[in-house]
């Protein structure tokens, strides 16, 4: 049974940093997808950033680029998302989720994804 679990997020002011982590455990991840995806209140949920987990190639949002970077440890299947310059709009609930193969494509779809964390809020005060 695949289970993600993320933790780190809190409360921040803008300009601010937070590192968020997804522990992965009940499969082998070489062969996958990584990714972090957010939902606001009221929004849908979207893309943030993903890992190929063998590669290491990495994808971001517009929104995020340049200030978000997605890493994973292979020692303890773990993920994170360094976040800096953190601005409000970045409030939201982000989840960790994965997904067997390494389409760039289907990296950035939120239904191309078969496992997901519960969650972890992030809330960013002006």
Do not use: H
């Amino acid at each position: 049974q695949v289970q993600l679990v993320e933790s780190g997020g809190g409360l921040v002011q803008a300009g601010g940093s937070l590192r968020l982590s997804c522990a992965a455990s009940g499969r082998t991840f070489s062969s996958s997808t990584m990714g972090w995806f957010r939902q606001a209140p009221g929004k849908e949920r979207e893309f943030v950033a993903a890992i190929l987990w063998s590669a290491g190639n990495t994808f971001y949002s517009d929104s995020v680029k340049g200030r978000f970077t997605i890493s994973r440890e292979n020692a303890n299947n773990t993920v994170y998302l360094q976040m800096n310059s953190l601005k409000p709009e970045d409030t939201a609930v982000y989840y960790c989720a994965t997904r067997l193969g390494s389409s760039w494509i289907a990296a950035r779809r939120v239904n191309d994804y078969d496992y997901w964390g519960q969650g972890t809020q992030v809330t960013v005060s002006s």
